[in-house]
């Protein structure tokens, strides 16, 4: 099933809705793709892909999208993308990961894709009609070890707030996040418009169109 998505993507790559022009600090997005051909894949590591986990997660992304009722119509950003971004089945789509090797996969399928950190995303203010992100990193806070070895922990909300942050500076118009951390225990609850935290764990927020 994977593999007919690939011509579609391909097909459709001339039919991508226009994005602002310029990024973050100056710099058109249609050059920060050029910066991307010109990056030196070849010495970037290849990493073997699972066909059959690709698919379960894109079924995932389908449901998970389906149960927050959004209906994308228009550009995306796909946030710590990985290997099996949203561009597989959402064509007007750009990829972000920090990893080079994932980043290098999506190339390889036709899926306009960038590396960046999520800390400083080189995206202008309300760039992309939609900001989503499935399973977004997550940064454990160590309370303490004890004498048998075992790490306690808390999640970092400091570090979801800034990550809510950053998607809420990008998108013009909702934001879907799915990640139990983050539903748990969301920022800005005054601009969610639907929480999942009952099978699929996932927040809707609104596009905060003062945010800059």
């Known amino acids: 099933m994977i593999t007919k998505l690939k011509p579609l993507l391909r097909t459709a790559s001339s039919q991508i809705s226009p994005l602002r022009k310029n990024a ?17 894949w070849d010495s970037v590591e290849d990493i073997p892909i699972n066909e059959d986990e690709r698919w379960r997660r894109l079924k995932y992304f389908d449901e998970v999208i389906s149960a927050s009722g959004v209906r994308f119509n228009g550009s995306l950003l796909d946030l710590a993308s990985g290997t ?35 800390g400083s995303l080189p995206f202008e203010s309300k760039s992309f009609d939609y900001v989503v992100s499935f399973s977004p990193p997550q940064k454990p806070i ?21 990550f809510v942050d950053a998607t809420l500076r990008i998108a013009r118009k909702k934001i879907l996040i799915a990640s139990h951390a983050i539903a748990m225990e969301p920022p800005y609850e005054p601009l969610i418009e639907k929480r999942g935290t009952n099978g699929y764990y996932y927040v809707l927020y609104r596009a905060n169109n003062d945010f800059v």
């Open 24 to 40: 973050g600090n100056g710099i058109p997005l249609l050059a920060m793709l050029a910066q991307m051909d010109l990056y030196d």
């Open 84 to 118: 099996t971004s949203l561009a597989y089945l959402y064509p007007d789509t750009v990829a972000v990961d920090d990893d080079p090797r994932k980043i290098k996969v999506l190339r390889r399928d036709g899926i306009k894709a960038v590396i960046a950190d999520i």
């Open 142 to 162: 160590i309370l303490h070890s004890d004498n048998t070895g075992y790490q306690h922990f808390i999640i970092d909300q400091v570090y979801n707030r800034e």
